[in-house]
């Protein structure tokens, strides 16, 4: 399994930013995806997941409203569109591979990060 995320970049706050994650060596469609964030001196945290056929969707309470998880299955690919970006999302994030189609059973496999910045 390969998971490849695409996108970082330094905005300003306010600002928006769309991270890719490229999947290959997996049945796609099969698997819930997340994305995942981890800050300088924080814990990783799971910041948006979605079931394997893209109907069961969850955000962390932080970024709700403003963050949007989406997929292609039929281009391995899943994407964060990130609107009104804070600099408390300065973070690296990383694309999850679910345990199975239903995001309830977790995540077990995480890519490369890829490193956002948002300046005030």
């Known amino acids: 399994v390969q998971l490849q995320a695409y996108g970082r970049g330094l905005v300003q706050a306010g600002g928006s930013l769309r991270l890719s994650c490229a999947a290959s060596?997996?049945?796609?469609?099969?698997?819930?995806m997340g994305w995942y964030r981890q800050a300088p001196g924080k814990e990783r945290e799971l910041v948006a997941g979605?079931?394997?056929?893209?109907?069961?969707?969850n955000y962390a309470e932080s970024v709700k409203g403003r963050f949007t998880i989406s997929r292609d299955n039929d281009k391995n690919t899943l994407y964060l569109q990130m609107n009104s970006l804070k600099p408390e999302d300065t973070a690296i994030y990383y694309c999850?591979?679910?345990?199975?189609?239903?995001?309830?059973?977790?995540?077990?496999?995480w890519g490369q990060g890829t490193l956002v910045t948002v300046s005030s």
């Open positions: 999850a591979k679910g345990v199975a189609a239903s995001r309830s059973f977790g995540y077990n496999y």
């Open positions: 060596g997996l049945t796609f469609s099969r698997y819930a």
């Open positions: 979605i079931s394997g056929a893209g109907i069961s969707i």
